[in-house]
């Protein structure tokens, strides 16, 4: 008897013939109408308006109109209700005889039409508004799929883009020490080569504990006081309960390479940089300092890819935009990155 539905679907059009049987039955026998009738006319009645709603379903599952109130659903309704009508009287003449048919429905024909109406109008709103909700959530589904995947996209982006800026500054270095100290320029190599192979095969959206990223950003900072000597220094504060923490990977180097660029560049004095990592209730506070000459930074050009693709990536990642902030204190610069948990 059930149009294919879901097994939900189904349950409900049960309950719905159950309890309307219920209500109908209890409703003639206050009217005085013959228990063997009573219990017929809410049998029958209840069987066909759950199959009436079962059409109504299976026409507003395929075809789903912009509005719940249009003519064309009104028509529909008021077939179905001529179909109800039709299909009760030929039960009664058929099981009760044309006299109890006379005596005990034809009376009620309108009455009964007319609440048969409302009570398809109610299922026809039911259908439709379940189904425009279904549209709704699957839309927004589509939307949240498309979001993710260009945020992906944006982040691979951002990962092919920060694999060459930092290549190409090392293969510059090597170069340069080619000439003047081969075995450090080959040192420098193998350190590449071992700082790559980590980097390589890590997926952007894909975190690490902080301990790895910091192993990471190590075996980077070996490069750099190569081509620096003994002009790079690292301090590094990490508090030991933090170790675990996930963050996105290689986000600590471009902050690295930032205050390298805007430290050492413009100066030819020692510069230590110092690089914090410790927990507070709003998540994991990560922390990088470094000297820098005003009056150098005012000069410098550059695209300043490093800071913006930190801070875009964080956006993307967890949908905040003020998770990386900068001051200055004399000559000091700071970043600040704070990692949801």
Same mark, same amino acid.
């Given at each position: 008897? =059930?149009?294919?539905?879901?097994? #939900?679907?189904?349950?409900?059009?049960?309950?719905?013939?159950?309890?309307?049987?219920?209500?109908?039955?209890?409703?003639?026998?206050?009217?005085?109408? %013959?228990?063997? +009738?009573?219990?017929?006319?809410?049998?029958? @009645?209840?069987? $066909?308006?759950?199959?009436?709603?079962?059409?109504?379903?299976?026409?507003?599952?395929?075809?789903?109109?912009?509005?719940?109130?249009?003519?064309?659903?009104?028509?529909?309704?008021?077939?179905?209700?001529?179909?109800?009508?039709?299909?009760?009287? @030929?039960? =009664?003449?058929?099981?009760?005889?044309?006299?109890?048919?006379?005596?005990? +429905?034809? %009376?009620?024909?309108?009455?009964?039409?007319?609440?048969? =109406?409302?009570?398809? $109008?109610? +299922?026809?709103?039911?259908?439709?508004?379940?189904? &425009?909700?279904? +549209?709704?959530?699957?839309?927004?589904?589509?939307?949240?799929?498309?979001? #993710?995947?260009?945020?992906?996209? !944006?982040?691979?982006?951002?990962?092919?883009?920060?694999?060459?800026?930092?290549?190409?500054?090392?293969?510059?270095?090597?170069?340069?020490?080619?000439?003047?100290?081969?075995?450090?320029? &080959?040192?420098?190599?193998?350190?590449?080569?071992? =700082?790559?192979?980590?980097?390589?095969?890590?997926?952007?959206?894909?975190?690490?504990?902080?301990?790895?990223?910091? !192993?990471?950003? *190590?075996?980077?900072?070996?490069?750099?006081?190569?081509?620096?000597?003994?002009?790079?220094?690292? !301090?590094?504060?990490?508090?030991?309960?933090?170790?675990?923490?996930?963050?996105?990977?290689?986000?600590?180097?471009?902050?690295?390479?930032?205050?390298?660029?805007?430290?050492? /560049?413009?100066?030819?004095?020692?510069?230590?940089?110092?690089?914090?990592?410790?927990?507070?209730?709003?998540?994991?506070?990560?922390?990088?300092?470094?000297?820098?000459?005003?009056? /150098?930074?005012?000069?410098?050009?550059? *695209?300043?890819?490093?800071?913006?693709?930190?801070? #875009?990536?964080?956006?993307?990642? /967890?949908?905040?935009?003020?998770?990386?902030?900068?001051? *200055?204190?004399?000559?000091?610069?700071?970043?600040?990155?704070?990692?949801?948990?």
């Amino acid at each position: 008897m =059930f149009i294919r539905a879901s097994a #939900r679907v189904q349950l409900l059009f049960i309950v719905w013939t159950v309890v309307a049987s219920l209500v109908l039955f209890c409703l003639l026998l206050a009217n005085h109408f %013959p228990i063997d +009738i009573a219990w017929k006319d809410a049998l029958f @009645s209840g069987l $066909i308006i759950s199959f009436i709603s079962q059409i109504l379903y299976f026409i507003q599952t395929y075809y789903h109109a912009k509005s719940p109130v249009n003519f064309s659903n009104f028509g529909l309704i008021l077939v179905l209700t001529v179909f109800y009508q039709v299909l009760i009287n @030929s039960a =009664f003449k058929l099981v009760l005889g044309n006299e109890r048919w006379t005596r005990y +429905i034809l %009376p009620f024909e309108g009455a009964r039409a007319y609440i048969v =109406f409302f009570i398809l $109008i109610a +299922i026809s709103l039911y259908w439709w508004i379940n189904k &425009n909700k279904q +549209i709704q959530s699957q839309v927004q589904q589509q939307l949240i799929e498309q979001e #993710r995947a260009l945020t992906k996209a !944006e982040l691979d982006n951002i990962h092919q883009q920060l694999q060459p800026h930092f290549l190409f500054n090392s293969l510059n270095s090597i170069g340069a020490l080619t000439e003047i100290n081969p075995k450090e320029a &080959n040192r420098m190599i193998l350190l590449l080569s071992d =700082f790559l192979r980590g980097t390589l095969r890590k997926d952007i959206q894909t975190l690490v504990p902080i301990s790895e990223e910091i !192993e990471q950003l *190590k075996r980077y900072l070996e490069i750099e006081k190569i081509r620096f000597g003994h002009r790079l220094k690292t !301090e590094f504060d990490i508090t030991e309960e933090c170790l675990q923490t996930p963050v996105p990977p290689l986000l600590l180097q471009p902050l690295i390479e930032n205050a390298i660029k805007f430290g050492l /560049y413009g100066s030819t004095e020692e510069v230590t940089i110092y690089i914090g990592v410790t927990n507070s209730e709003n998540g994991l506070q990560i922390e990088v300092r470094n000297p820098y000459d005003p009056d /150098y930074v005012q000069y410098k050009t550059g *695209k300043g890819f490093g800071l913006t693709s930190v801070k #875009r990536r964080l956006s993307l990642l /967890y949908n905040q935009y003020d998770l990386l902030t900068t001051e *200055k204190q004399d000559k000091l610069f700071i970043t600040k990155i704070l990692i949801p948990q």
